[in-house]
């Protein structure tokens, strides 16, 4: 399946994005589908996912911000960020698995070009 991120750009602190990944394929609904970010100098990390049957997870620093949602009918998936920080700034990423634990490792054979997200202070 290819993937494609799309939806950043600059916003200031306090400020509102939102994300979309949009997948071609027919297998979409049977996919894990996770959000990551990469910040300059940084490694990229796991930001948010969703399971098969809708069920998201967030990382600590997402919690309460960040909601993650998906369309099987459009093969998207959603990534709304409301109160963003400048710590958020990073080139944002998504990436699909059958299995949730490569979700959870990132052991991907590839990766899109991501989305950059800038949030100023």
């Known amino acids: 399946v290819q993937l494609q991120a799309s939806g950043g750009g600059l916003v200031q602190a306090g400020g509102s994005l939102r994300l979309s990944c949009a997948a071609s394929?027919?297998?979409?609904?049977?996919?894990?589908i996770g959000w990551y970010r990469q910040a300059p100098g940084k490694q990229r990390e796991l930001v948010a996912a969703?399971?098969?049957?809708?069920?998201?997870n967030y990382r600590d620093t997402a919690r309460g911000r960040f909601t993650i949602s998906r369309d099987n009918a459009k093969n998207t998936v959603y990534l709304q960020m409301n109160s963003l920080k400048p710590e958020d700034t990073a080139v944002y990423y998504c990436?699909?698995?059958?299995?949730?634990?490569?979700?959870?490792?990132?052991?991907?054979?590839?990766w899109g070009q991501g989305t950059q997200v800038t949030v100023s202070s």
């Open positions: 969703i399971n098969t049957g809708g069920s998201p």
């Open positions: 990436n699909a698995d059958p299995s949730p634990f490569t979700i959870l490792k990132m052991d991907f054979s590839s």
């Open positions: 394929g027919s297998t979409f609904s049977r996919l894990h």
